[in-house]
């Protein structure tokens, strides 16, 4: 690994710290090098607040040094003004004459015009360093920008036998598939995503709160599917706890292409990312329409022997580990 690739993976290292708080925003991550030694680095703050480039030279204690030193960066410098100024025009104005760039910003707002600015100032820019890399750590922003829909996790948890709930529902205890761990790390899931989605079934049915509350973090918009406008607003999705966003058939068309309507009314809304925690029928309605990017699968050790099978699907396995009792696999749609 070379010298470039050590710092731009130390920035994707850093920029997970910004997971789930940054959101529109891409999670970047900046590292200033001085004479093959790191003294500044930072990450994208708070929505609205200070990019990663601006905390990483805020951090540089000897800002003299700054002329002679190189800022790796993620995700191209932003060239435009939005809540912050240009993060570009302040590595110009602090004459950082090195800048290595992970990947370029496909966001039509900078899509080249920020390392355009750089050069035109005289630095010498790197581009491309852990590209592919740099792309997978931004999956989100490039999904939302590139696709014009949020980036689309699937999750469920089956039974050994394929199950993902018994036929008749049983009032006074519910029946968990998972284990404690499991569900633990789906709330942890929620604090990194802009979004969760259920559909009408799973309101009535589970009466979820689709907050965080085994985890620390952020609790994600939450997006009901009532297509008649039958749910009152007793049920918990409805509680001061997030915001709640319901699509209905005043808002879409539910007889045709229901996935990508919702894709394009959570675009509409700025939603970069999504989890869909609904039933059988919702997941398979994204599975079919081909509209997701990842699954979550966990499988228990329990059986029903019958109920509602859990959805089909056909991805690529990209890691498949152990909550202790459940087995958690993560497919991707390449």
Known sequence: MTNHETYIKRCINIAKNGLG?????????????????????????????????????????????????????????????????????????????????????????????????????????????????????????????????????????????????????????????????????VHKWRTEEQAILVGTNTVLQDNPSLTVRDWTGQNPIRIVLDKENKLSKDYTVFNEKAKTIVISNNEIDFSKNVAQQICDVLFKNNINSVIIEGGSKTLQTFINENHW????????????????????????????????TDTLKIYRND
Not at 302 to 316: C, E, H, M, W
């Open 293 to 324: 990017d990842e699954a979550r699968v966990f499988t228990g050790t329990i059986l029903f022997k019958k109920g509602v099978k859990a959805p089909t699907f056909s991805g690529r396995l990209v890691s498949e580990e152990k909550t202790i």
């Open 21 to 185: 708080s940054t959101r529109p925003n891409p999670m970047v991550g900046s590292v200033i090098v001085y004479n093959n030694q790191i003294i500044g680095e930072g990450y994208t703050s708070t929505y609205g607040n200070n990019h990663a480039e601006v905390n990483a030279i805020n951090s540089v204690k000897e800002k003299s040094l700054l002329k002679e030193s190189t800022i790796y960066v993620t995700l191209e410098p932003c060239s435009h003004f939005g809540k912050t100024p240009p993060c570009s025009d302040l590595i110009i104005k602090h004459q950082i004459p090195n800048v290595v760039i992970g990947c370029i910003d496909d966001n039509v707002q900078v899509a080249g015009k920020g390392i355009e600015k750089l050069k035109s100032a005289g630095c010498n820019v790197i581009v491309g360093i852990l590209e592919n890399e740099c792309k997978a750590h931004h999956k989100r922003f490039f999904t939302f920008h590139n696709k014009k829909r949020p980036y689309i996790i699937l999750k469920w948890a089956e039974t050994a036998d394929g199950f993902i709930a018994p036929n008749t529902k049983n009032e006074q205890k519910p029946v968990w598939i998972t284990n404690a761990y499991s569900r633990q790390l």
